[in-house]
Antibody
C-alpha cells in the first residue's frame, strides 16, 4: 500500500516562507494525484492544493492562491508545497493525501501523518 | 464554492448506541459525498465514499445514505474505538470542501 510522509513544518514569523515535502513510497508516485489538506488547531479540515499525476494541473484554495505553490518531482517520489507570505491564520497541521479513483468517484486516502506549521512572531 | 454543513457539531453517546450525523451541501452534489473518521492525534481515514459505499476493511456498523443535498452517516452500535471526529467532504467539484466536523464523545 502507498505510504505518505510529510516534513518541513516549522515555526516561522509572519511573512516568512517554508517548503513542505511529501514523500510517497510503496508504489509508483506517477500514478497518483496528490492533495494538501490543513487543519488549524481545534478546527476542521480545509483543502489547500491539488496536483495531477503528471504535475501539469494544479489547483489552490482561494485562501492561499498567489501565496502557496504545489509542485512534484516524480523521479524523487515527492510532492512539495511552497508556502510564501505566511500569515498567522496559516498555522495548522498540513497533510498530504493521495486520490483514490473508483469509477466516477474520488476520495482522499491514504494520508500522511501531517507536519505542523506555526506562524507566530 | 460548495459549502458543506454538518450537524451536530458535537454529540455525546454511549457504547452500543445508534447515532446519526447529517451533512448538507449548499447545492446538489448527487452522491459525490465522502465521510472521514479522525481519531485524536491521527490523520483522517475514509469511511464511506459515493455517499453509501464502504471501502474494504470498514466495519459494516457504519452506513451512509442520501443524495442531492442531504446526507447521513449512521453508526449502528457504537464501539469504544468509534469515538472520534467525523467529517463529510464533497467530491463533485474543486475545491473539495469539507464540513466542519462532528466530534463524537462518550
Amino acid at each position: 500500500e502507498v505510504q505518505l510522509v510529510e516534513s518541513g513544518g516549522d515555526l516561522v514569523p509572519p511573512g516568512g516562507s517554508l517548503r513542505l515535502s511529501c514523500v510517497i513510497s510503496g508504489s509508483n508516485i506517477s500514478n497518483y494525484e496528490i492533495n494538501w489538506v490543513r487543519q488549524a488547531p481545534g478546527k476542521g479540515l480545509e483543502w489547500v492544493s491539488y496536483i495531477s499525476s503528471r504535475g501539469n494541473v494544479q489547483y489552490h484554495a482561494d485562501s492561499v492562491e498567489g501565496r502557496f505553490t504545489i509542485s512534484r518531482d516524480n523521479a524523487k517520489n515527492s510532492v512539495y508545497l511552497q508556502l510564501n507570505s505566511l500569515r498567522v491564520e496559516d498555522t495548522a497541521r498540513y497533510y498530504c493525501a493521495s486520490v483514490v479513483v473508483v469509477a466516477a468517484y474520488t476520495y482522499f486516502g491514504p494520508w500522511g501523518q501531517g507536519t505542523l506549521v506555526t506562524v507566530s512572531s | 464554492d460548495i459549502q458543506m454543513t454538518q450537524s451536530p457539531s458535537s454529540l455525546s453517546a454511549s457504547v452500543g448506541d445508534r447515532v446519526t450525523i447529517t451533512c448538507r451541501a449548499s447545492q446538489s452534489i448527487s452522491t459525490y459525498l465522502n465521510w472521514y473518521q479522525q481519531k485524536q492525534g491521527e490523520a483522517p481515514k475514509v469511511l464511506i465514499y459515493a455517499a453509501s459505499t464502504l471501502p474494504r476493511g470498514v466495519p459494516s456498523r457504519f452506513s451512509g445514505s442520501g443524495s442531492g443535498t442531504d446526507f447521513t452517516l449512521t453508526i449502528s452500535r457504537l464501539q469504544p474505538e468509534d469515538f472520534a471526529t467525523y467529517s463529510c467532504q464533497q467530491s463533485l467539484a474543486s475545491p473539495y470542501t469539507f464540513g466542519q466536523g462532528t466530534k463524537l464523545e462518550i
